[in-house]
């Protein structure tokens, strides 16, 4: 079992840059990809970048892809979004998650473990 917490959020504007960090508590924080989704004002909760177990392979939304990078240190149990370029319509709540299927999902459904999520907000 994971347990996950965001921190890293706040208020920016528009064209700045955030790193959002995810902690993660129990010794096998290796053996999950681990993601980050967000959930807009009003909106369902999307998909946002995945990182495999070794860090080697990402998926991005095609939505953020030149703008994030997600990526995550083993030793230090902790995952990072550097995220550039934000635009209003990034603004939402960011979530953590933690999948220990095979393969990287972009599907919320997948991931058995989630943090309680940070604010982001990009203003205009």
């Known amino acids: 079992q994971v347990q996950l917490g965001e921190s890293g959020g706040g208020l920016v504007q528009v064209g700045g840059s955030l790193r959002l960090s995810c902690a993660a508590s129990?010794?096998?924080?290796?053996?999950?990809?681990m993601a980050w989704f967000r959930q807009p004002p009003g909106k369902e909760r999307e998909f946002v970048a995945v990182v495999s177990r070794d860090g080697k392979s990402t998926l991005y939304a095609d939505s953020v892809k030149g703008r994030f990078t997600i990526s995550r240190d083993n030793t230090k149990n902790t995952i990072f979004l550097q995220m550039n370029s934000l635009k209003p319509e990034d603004t939402a709540v960011y979530y953590c998650?933690?999948?220990?299927?095979?393969?990287?999902?972009?599907?919320?459904?997948?991931?058995?473990?989630w943090g309680q999520g940070t604010q982001v907000t990009v203003s205009s």
């Open positions: 998650a933690a999948d220990g299927a095979f393969t990287l999902h972009r599907e919320a459904s997948v991931y058995g473990y």
């Open positions: 129990g010794r096998t924080f290796g053996a999950y990809h």
